[in-house]
């Protein structure tokens, strides 16, 4: 929550599942934050949620164990204002932790700079990233929201779905990182153990089957 600004331009709605460790206590007692407590409601229920209440036309999703970086907001706050018709704008991430790069390990990762468009190859065996990227609520309009069926993936999902749409979305590259993931055991996108990266990995095979039969994919 620390880096969360404080701003008038902007909304923090908190979806909170059931925690208990002391999350709830601390988030009522904070003035800016809208909070909706829906126990046991999965990750991306959660976001379809806060995109449906919040009154902001453009979001940004925060994960509990993650942080955004420093002047992050005005990044892209300069972005919106600059292109109000744009529907998604791509910054950089970062992730710390117990980093795992080949054969190597080590304490940071960053990942690429993002192109003009989504790209078909990054979004199908790269990170997706989408905490990284700021998402206009016309875009959710055309195309529909997260679908919680992919509990480990539903962000690839949406954004594979955005990419392969016959009228794909304007985008704005910002080569700042403005995201930082925690990798940890107990993340549920990012986790190292073994049974989360199988669960992980049919969720993204079950993806592949449903887009290869999408027209936009024979030329590629």
Known sequence: MASLPRSDDVEHFVIDAGSTDGTLQRLRGLSHIVLVEKPGMPLYQ?????????????????????WLCKGAIDAILA???????????????????????????????????????????????????????VIRRSLFDRLGDFDPHFEHAADREFLLRVALA???????????????????????????????RVSTAQQHQEIADKFLSYPRLDPL
Not at 106 to 127: C, N, Q, R, T
Not at 167 to 184: A, G, L, M
């Open 46 to 66: 959660a976001w379809n949620l806060a995109v449906e209440r919040a009154a902001g036309d453009a979001f940004l999703f925060l994960n509990g164990d993650d």
């Open 166 to 196: 016959p009228n794909p979305p304007t985008c704005r590259s910002v080569d700042k990182i403005i995201y930082s993931y925690r990798i940890h055991e107990g993340s549920m996108t990012l986790s190292q153990l073994p049974r989360r």
């Open 79 to 133: 972005e919106i204002w600059e292109a109000p018709d744009c529907e998604i704008i791509q910054a950089r991430a970062n992730a710390f932790g117990d980093v795992r790069i080949g054969a190597r390990r080590g304490k940071m990762l960053v990942y690429p700079s993002p192109g003009l468009s989504l790209d078909l190859l990054h979004l199908s065996i790269g990170a997706p990233t989408i905490n990284a990227k």
